[in-house]
């Protein structure tokens, strides 16, 4: 079973993004895969504008202030994800038409669509949990965040 810990790579963890909209904060979140070593530079550009039009197709703001945008790109070597908190929430387009707060981006290689889902479900089921979107909200510091991903791995928050 696939862990929140290990999908999560910490130097991508962003517990203040500056971004105001949506495209800011997947441009923000890409260039810290990027920055972290996840993801190759080479690729950036064409990660943003990928996670984008997804988004444009249907936005992935699924409510109760959360948003999981997603892609599969064959320049992708392992499933990663980066976390962004909002402190002031970001006009994702969601479903419930409110702010999203906490954002995870997950890029997954394009040739293991299982791998994917599975790690969707893993993030899904961490954050249909009231506790744990509401923790993840207060996070202040990396430190925070990956605390809470190690204890949500745990299940120790219900």
């Known amino acids: 079973m696939l862990r929140l810990s290990e999908i999560v790579s910490a130097p991508a963890i962003l517990p203040a993004l500056t971004a105001s909209d949506r495209d800011g904060v997947v441009t923000e979140l890409v260039d810290a895969l990027v920055a972290a070593g996840s993801a190759s530079a080479s690729i950036r550009d064409e990660l943003i504008s990928r996670v984008l039009d997804r988004e444009r197709r249907g936005s992935t703001g699924f409510g109760q202030g959360v948003a999981v945008p997603h892609v599969k790109h064959k320049g992708v070597q392992t499933l990663v994800a980066a976390v962004g908190i909002s402190p002031r929430g970001v006009d994702f387009n969601s479903l419930d038409r409110q702010p999203v707060y ?10 293991r669509p299982d ?8 993030i899904f089921r961490q954050l249909s949990k009231d506790t744990f979107r509401y923790f993840l909200r207060q996070c202040e510091s ?14 120790s928050l219900g």
């Open 102 to 111: 906490s954002v995870f981006l997950l890029l997954s290689p394009e040739d």
């Open 115 to 122: 791998e994917h889902l599975q790690a969707m479900e893993v």
């Open 142 to 155: 990396v430190k925070d965040v990956t605390e809470l991903l190690e204890e949500a791995d745990g299940q």
